[in-house]
């Protein structure tokens, strides 16, 4: 056997006893069972016992209608290279979404690890075995495409960094070791933005889908939902749905639809998870119908336990800022446990980087890095011109977009609206796409806000500062004008707020908040343009200075 060799057979019997060559048996696989329905089903897997595990799936009920099976072998492969080759086809098809998958998960798999010429299997082998399957029809995108789908990145099948699998098995634990205790139960997970709780979130809410149809799992008939106050988000679970055996999409919901939803049926959610936190409320507000004063507590008093994952920094609105007490308020009376995750995974530059965008989200403008590996940090004094490099960047690489601070007037009263700085306007916080905004074409002509993008990846990101970010020449630091944010709802309170916090302080903290995460999209390069012009002359001298000692 020499390259790639791919082999198509009937799913039966007769076909697989046909096979006795060693390039199939005793030998690592890779291989895809599949039908030609109109609604087409696969299952991915890979074996050293090509002939005992294709009967032991012809006597399995759940595959019952695959009637085809396509068998993948290689002279280099070796059981290193076939796991992360069905990991990495299990996450292209879910992007993909020609099959629903029959896969379900595994309750751990091996953490992320490199193997010898781990490069030459993904980027030679994998690339040449996905556009075979693409003449084959058994794929219909190519890689580059499904690399920037949100549904791909947050796939439940990507492989988990060391503490990120630790993680999961923690999160697996809590849930079997207290779904039939009397007390409610509560697990905590903190993280900076790009840390990967999500993937975590993704990938563990899948796996106990999977347990709550095991018969021999404590989580069996478990009810369980992920909810997710962000409507981008929402979009992309549910497009994960599509492709994966147990997962529903009536399984995903937003936080005060499930709490209306289990109020009126009377029920009790068994695990509920709670994505994004930071973006719940912490108040009542009647725009979104919710009449509480604690939306978490009140998820919590409806699940036996709750998995809530939470970043402190991006909280966005008056109405979702979390104090400790809260948090209190929240646990009190349950069990609770904490896990915090620390490593960077999205931001692909030196740890300067990182530093340098920390540092100015707590006011403080450094020199630019020296040094900033293959991340690009740049500047730039005209927002025509950053757009017109975005666009560039779009062309080469795709998924590169321009975003702003909400310094620009936006009403949801379905007109057009703009971001306007000399010489540049361009049409501003589009929300009405079905897919994610970032993932529209036409977006890349657009601006975007911290609502479009919260929580997303992006190659390229241009973050336009607007008028409410300045700096103060005296304190030699970022000053925030408040007045000038043009987010009414960002500072809006309801009724009778519970003051606990200097309100101006925590309107400058949501504006940095807002830089946070508009900074962290990137996970190739940042570029930058200020309105202000204090802020954009300090910033031009910091970026001129770091050129030249570089």
């Not at 646990?331 to 995974?345: H, I, R, V």
Request: aromatic residues 10%.
């Amino acid at each position: 056997m020499k390259g790639l060799k791919i082999n198509t057979l009937s799913f039966d019997n007769e076909s697989i006893n046909t096979l006795k060559s060693m390039d199939y048996n005793n030998y690592p696989i890779v291989y895809i069972l599949h039908d030609n329905k109109k609604k087409k089903s696969a299952y991915i897997g890979q074996t050293v016992q090509m002939r005992n595990r294709m009967k032991a799936h012809l006597k399995d009920e759940k595959k019952k209608g695959l009637d085809s099976v396509l068998l993948i072998a290689h002279e280099m492969f070796n059981q290193s290279a076939t796991y992360n080759i069905e990991t990495n086809l299990i996450n292209y098809f879910i992007a993909d979404n020609k099959y629903v998958l029959k896969n379900v998960s595994q309750t751990t798999k091996p953490v992320t690890h490199n193997y010898y010429d781990k490069y030459k299997y993904d980027a030679e082998i994998f690339s040449e075995l996905w556009e075979r399957l693409r003449a084959d029809e058994l794929a219909d995108h190519t890689l580059e495409y499904l690399q920037n789908k949100d549904v791909f990145k947050l796939s439940p099948y990507k492989e988990l960094s060391e503490s990120q699998v630790e993680l999961k098995e923690e999160i697996l634990d809590f849930c079997k070791n207290h779904i039939n205790t009397e007390n409610r139960s509560v697990f905590l997970v903190k993280g900076d933005a790009g840390t990967g709780k999500s993937v975590v979130l993704s990938s563990t809410f899948n796996a106990i889908q999977d347990l709550s149809k095991d018969e021999d799992s404590p989580l069996k008939g478990t009810n369980n939902y992920l909810l997710v106050n962000h409507n981008e988000m929402i979009k992309t679970y549910e497009s994960i749905s599509e492709s994966l055996p147990n997962l529903k999409k009536k399984n995903f919901m937003k936080p005060t639809s499930f709490i209306n939803r289990i109020d009126k049926t009377g029920e009790v959610a068994d695990i509920t998870f709670v994505d994004e936190a930071h973006l719940l409320l912490s108040r009542s507000d009647k725009y979104n119908s919710y009449s509480g004063e604690n939306q978490l507590r009140d998820i919590s008093l409806r699940s036996k336990v709750t998995i809530v994952v939470f970043d402190e920094r991006q909280f966005l609105k008056l109405k979702s800022h979390w104090s400790g007490n809260l948090l209190k308020e929240m646990t009190d009376g349950a069990y609770t446990q904490n896990y915090e995750l620390t490593d960077q995974f999205r931001i692909q530059a030196d740890q300067e980087v990182v530093d340098w965008i920390d540092a100015f989200v707590d006011k403080k403008v450094r020199p630019f890095p020296e040094s900033t590996g293959d991340y690009e940090l740049k500047f730039f004094d005209s927002a025509a011109e950053m757009f017109e490099a975005i666009q560039e960047k779009d062309d080469e690489h795709q998924l590169s977009r321009v975003v702003a601070t909400f310094d620009y007037e936006h009403k949801k009263d379905g007109e057009e609206y703009y971001v306007e700085e000399p010489g540049f306007k361009g049409v501003w916080n589009r929300t009405h796409y079905k897919e994610t905004w970032a993932e529209h074409p036409e977006t890349v002509r657009e601006v975007g806000s911290i609502y479009t993008i919260q929580g997303f990846d992006l190659n390229y990101v241009g973050v336009i500062l607007g008028p409410s970010v300045s700096y103060d020449e005296e304190k030699e630091e970022l000053k925030l004008l408040p007045q000038k944010y043009r987010d009414k709802e960002a500072f809006r309170t309801s009724s009778e707020p519970k003051v606990q916090y200097n309100v101006e302080e925590m309107k400058e903290q949501i504006i940095l908040n807002s830089i946070n995460v508009l900074m962290k999209r990137g996970v190739k390069g940042l570029y930058l343009y200020a309105s202000d012009e204090k802020l954009q002359a300090v910033l031009k001298e910091k970026y001129q200075g770091g050129k030249e000692n570089g």
